[in-house]
């Protein structure tokens, strides 16, 4: 039976990662400068080519709009659910 998600891939992309699976790419890196341009963009769509394959794309502002937020996922040993591959905040690879 296939798996109905085989298609279906999301990436938390960002300039300076604490994961580097989530470094953006020069393509994401300018979807994520559309956002700081233009603070009021809820979402970005469109195609793209990955793999040599065209893919939908939809992309969302990540914002932290609370600061009580950062209590909980402001460093790795504070998280939670952390993913494997974390740098320290603060290190090359940290948008913290």
Do not use: W
């Amino acid at each position: 039976m296939l798996d109905p998600h085989s298609n279906f891939f999301h990436k938390d992309a960002t300039l300076n990662p604490t994961n580097l699976a989530d470094k953006a790419d020069s393509f994401e890196t300018q979807l994520l400068e559309g956002f700081r341009k233009e603070p009021n963009t809820l979402e970005i769509t469109g195609f793209r080519i990955l793999s040599e394959t065209q893919v939908f794309y939809i992309t969302l502002p990540l914002k932290i709009i609370q600061q009580q937020c950062l209590r909980c996922y402001s460093t790795p040993d504070k998280c939670l659910t952390f993913p494997p591959l974390v740098r320290s905040p603060g290190s090359q690879d940290s948008n913290l």
